[in-house]
């Protein structure tokens, strides 16, 4: 059996290092921000090219705290595009904001730029854009509009840990950038994580404050806050895995070669963009036949995942809160499967799968 993803098999290689920096960690007898976050958020923003990075519980939770560092007027409208994971719709809705949706270009799935500045309005003050699937959106036409428009610029990097837009890593280009450590992205932790990309060191204090209850010093609390820390043994272990991001990255980018150069032309695969280099934390093809050919797979002994099964605008929770038709988001919710793509794949199971494919 080829499993989609087994999260003991992804840590396997790591398991050393973890149990030495877990001994550590029981022995230093400091389990809420203590050194090992702070090295980690230091070690994360120099790796990210970012000025300052501010862990957090959860990459939802640095999607809200981005917005409400953006300190965006009551009411404001926030782009955000219709193709994504619920949470970054959820986290406009939870910061007290409309969220406006935007649909995706069919070929990279990501927010389609010629359709941003049709929706914007004189209440629109944001725009949250998502790296889906680790690959980075079309930056050169966003920067334009943000610029021309003077947008607050989010990015959800919460699937796209080390991508680069020409050079660029994305998390660099926006105002705030919002980071996952759930287990299963390419960096994820053993529970989980998250945090944010900031550009100022006033930004980042008082991040620093809202994740800790709106406290900077002991008992004394200033602003409104939560209590979002990224926790100190979630830091440990992604100082170790950290190390390893490249290569679990390049290991990533090596099995979608495969995937591009051996999959029959019948198979709709992501387009590659000039310049970009994507992370590949979800490799998806798409096909009429989505539900047939899934289970065609897995009587083959090959699991899968739909990413996602039904749109945001479909979710019962955002009944009435999310008016519009999001055509081309339900078109690839329909259409879309992903493929096995864990660094602990081999190149024989990836060709397996390859031929199992070609042979549907
Ligand atoms: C695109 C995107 N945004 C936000 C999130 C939320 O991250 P978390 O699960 O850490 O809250 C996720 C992941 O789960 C995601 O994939």
Redo the contacts with the bound molecule.
């Keep these: 059996m080829i499993e989609y993803e087994n999260l003991f098999k992804a840590n396997e290689p790591l398991m050393e290092e973890f149990r030495s920096e877990f001994d550590k960690f029981l022995h230093s007898g400091w389990f809420i921000l203590g050194e090992s976050t702070k090295s980690f958020e230091s070690e994360f923003a120099k790796y990210h090219d970012l000025n300052h990075f501010v862990g957090s519980a959860?990459?939802?939770?640095?999607?809200i705290f981005s917005l409400i560092l953006s300190e965006l007027p009551k009411g404001s409208e926030v782009i955000v595009p219709s193709n994504?994971?619920?949470?970054?719709i959820l986290?406009i809705l939870r910061a007290g904001y409309v969220p406006i949706l935007v649909e995706p270009d069919i070929h990279s799935y990501n927010i389609d730029p010629t359709k941003i500045e049709e929706v914007i309005t004189d209440k629109t003050k944001a725009l949250m854009i998502?790296?889906?699937y680790g690959n980075p959106c079309e930056m050169d036409s966003i920067m334009k509009i943000v610029e021309k428009r003077n947008l607050t610029l989010i990015e959800?990097c919460?699937?796209a840990h080390g991508a680069s837009y020409k050079d660029k890593k994305v998390g660099t280009f926006g105002n705030y950038s919002?980071f996952?450590?759930?287990p299963?992205?390419n960096l994820g932790a053993l529970g989980?994580?998250?945090g944010v990309g900031v550009r100022s060191k006033e930004e980042a204090d008082t991040l620093r404050m809202i994740r800790n209850y709106g406290s900077a010093k002991k008992y004394e609390f200033d602003v409104i806050g939560y209590n979002s820390r990224l926790d100190e043994i979630q830091s440990c272990f992604l100082r170790v895995k950290l190390k390893y991001l490249d290569k679990i990255n390049e290991i990533k980018r090596d099995h979608a070669e495969r995937y591009f150069s051996g999959l029959k032309k019948t198979f709709i695969c992501p387009q590659k963009q000039e310049g970009v280099s994507p992370v590949y934390?979800i490799f998806n093809i798409r096909h009429p036949e989505r539900d047939r050919l899934r289970e065609f797979l897995l009587n083959k002994g090959i699991k899968t995942e739909v990413h996602y099964p039904i749109s945001p605008h479909r979710q019962k929770v955002f009944a009435g809160v999310l008016k519009g038709e999001y055509p081309i988001c339900d078109e690839i919710h329909k259409t879309t499967l992903s493929l096995p793509i864990s660094w602990y794949h081999s190149k024989e199971d990836i060709e397996f799968v390859i031929q199992t494919l070609n042979n549907f």
């Design positions: 959860s990459g939802l939770d640095s999607l994504t994971y619920f949470a970054t986290a998502v790296h889906l959800d919460a699937q919002a996952s450590f759930y299963t992205k989980d994580g998250g934390h």
